[in-house]
């Protein structure tokens, strides 16, 4: 079962020991817990997703990510991981120099249209994907993006465990520093934070490859 807003409030009053809201109201708590599932977000990577035949404009390098992937305009795009170009029967990926290395690489002719070979992130929501599109190719891309704001009762946390641990200390550390008592607030902080570790520590790590390049049977 998914955690919701419901079950976050209760959570939140035990560890604030305090069931009958007589020193917290739900509307107090509920700002507590969004503010606590967005530093949840930034701290674990939020959440992924990957969107497939995004269409690009013939002639056009700079987008925004709203405008650019009209499914997720609800929620806040945090990064851009991974782009493709969709060339042919094939997927191509895009390099992800920095603004600068793409301005100086791939885009030294204002009129220069050709097929994408890179992408650069510009400010909060912008993207550049250089050189601009000579026809309409399509991309694929691998997203990181926040959660939306829990309003409703029954609104569920897109996450699943472990990543719903460290919501109801996070939202008690909120709730004690607007009391001013500091002491509380980080002892709920401290908690937090192990929670994050704990889902850090708990991911398998990547194999780059499974077998040598060279030689048979050792590690390159």
Known sequence: MPETLQTYLAATRRLLHDANADYWSDADLILDINSAVKQRDLWSGGSRSYQSNIPLTAGQDQY????????????TILDVISVWLIYGATRVQLDNPSF???????RPWN???NRPAAFARYGAQGLF???APSTPYTIDADLVVLSVTLANLTDADPLPFPYTEPIPYWAAYYAKINS???DEADVHLGYAQKAIRDIEGARVGEMQMAYSRIGLGRWS
């Open 129 to 131: 994907i250089a050189p």
């Open 111 to 113: 009129t220069f249209v």
């Open 100 to 106: 600068d290395d793409l301005q100086r690489r791939f």
């Open 180 to 182: 001013r008592r500091y």
């Open 64 to 75: 925004q990510l709203p405008s650019l992937f009209p499914a997720l305009a609800a929620k």
